[in-house]
């Protein structure tokens, strides 16, 4: 059965949870259209998840999703950390700030017993997961609440083991989506597909409804993924334009630019790739760099640089996220562009 005629939807569509992009506005309009509103989870505690929870249901009576990662925290080590203040030095000195003088940035956090229980308590009708899946025994209790389960497959391997593990329906994410890989069983980037490429071997590979995500920013890229026996689309870069998105001012401006400068994926702003638009950071120090400390560590020593960057105007050592595709933003509202996207 489709995950759509399940959830009584009107458009086959999930709002890509964008975390520090999009909340309650942006996922309360998608769901009142008849698509499939997003709450982004691994910034918030659980009072703030909560809150964003009621403040949805306020406005909307229509199923959601809540959206969590669940990766590997690494154990803090010094030495990297130093290494990587080192390789970032000449930013340093450029812009005359300390590493010490790092603010404190919101924790990304993995998903756990707590966040287990709170899903229990508020039930959404749908759990996505970024990095593969949590422990079993955290995904069963996810599962006992009659949540679907969704989680992003970035090759066939990571569709198989999804599809073993109790996911519901597979995320195809090709290597145009925005924001992070979803990758999990492999850190190489070597093997990771167009999305339409990934889409059609993953629905060969598997029986499970598969989600077509990366690059979907107009109708014809919506029907090819249709047409192909996608069950749905995920939408991202072409919303945060939107009004109904609170993209920043300088990210805002970022994807306006976006054309000119490109995207390119990298490590250098959360230690796993993800996918930005080329900035001063990733052009000097290269998308990949091994020197970066693993996720999510390496944003702390740049936070400082971010700091004094963005309170000059510029967006440098922003991690500014963007698809592809990111001629598909529109400055208008969330209705016209859903409109476009299935009219």
């Known amino acids: 059965m489709s995950v759509f005629t399940s959830l009584g939807l009107r458009y086959p569509l999930i709002q890509a949870p964008m975390a520090g992009v999009s909340d309650v506005q942006l996922a309360a309009a998608i769901c009142e259209l008849g698509g499939l509103g997003s709450l982004p ?31 590997a925290v690494p154990a803090p080590d010094d030495n990297i950390q130093q290494r990587w203040r080192e390789a970032l030095a000449p930013f340093y000195e450029e812009w005359d700030v300390q590493a010490a003088d790092a603010p404190a940035g919101p924790v990304r956090r ?20 970024h990095f593969g899946l949590p422990a079993a025994e955290l995904l069963d209790a996810v599962k006992a609440t009659g949540a679907l389960v969704l989680s992003s497959a970035n090759t066939v391997d990571e569709a198989l083991w999804l599809e073993a593990h ?139 640089l971010r700091a004094a960057a963005e309170a000059a105007g510029e967006f440098d050592f922003t ?8 001629e598909t933003c529109r400055e208008a509202p969330v209705a016209e562009l859903v409109s476009d996207l299935f009219g």
């Open 41 to 71: 989870c691994a910034f918030l505690n659980d009072e703030q998840t909560t809150k964003q929870v009621r403040q949805l249901r306020a406005v909307s009576n229509a199923p959601f999703n809540l959206n969590f990662f669940c990766h």
């Open 110 to 129: 993995s998903f756990s017993a707590d966040q287990a229980e709170l899903v229990t308590a508020l039930k959404p009708a749908v759990v996505s997961f």
């Open 166 to 304: 109790g996911t519901d329906a597979v995320i195809a994410q090709g290597i145009e989506a925005g924001g992070h890989r979803g990758m999990f069983l492999r850190d190489t980037l070597d093997d990771q597909l167009p999305t339409m490429e990934l889409l059609s071997e993953i629905l060969d590979a598997v029986s499970l409804p598969v989600i077509a995500a990366g690059g979907i920013g107009d109708r014809a890229s919506v029907r090819a993924a249709l047409d192909v026996g996608a069950d749905a689309v995920q939408v991202g870069t072409a919303l945060m334009l939107c009004p109904e998105c609170n993209t920043s001012e300088l990210h805002r401006r970022a994807l306006s630019e976006a054309p000119a400068r490109g995207t390119v994926v990298t490590n250098v702003y959360s230690g796993r790739p993800a996918r930005s638009i080329a900035t001063a950071l990733t052009d000097r120090l290269g998308p990949i760099s091994a020197l970066a400390p693993p996720f999510p560590a390496a944003s702390q020593a740049l936070a400082p």
């Open 319 to 326: 991690p500014v996220w963007s698809g592809t595709r990111p």
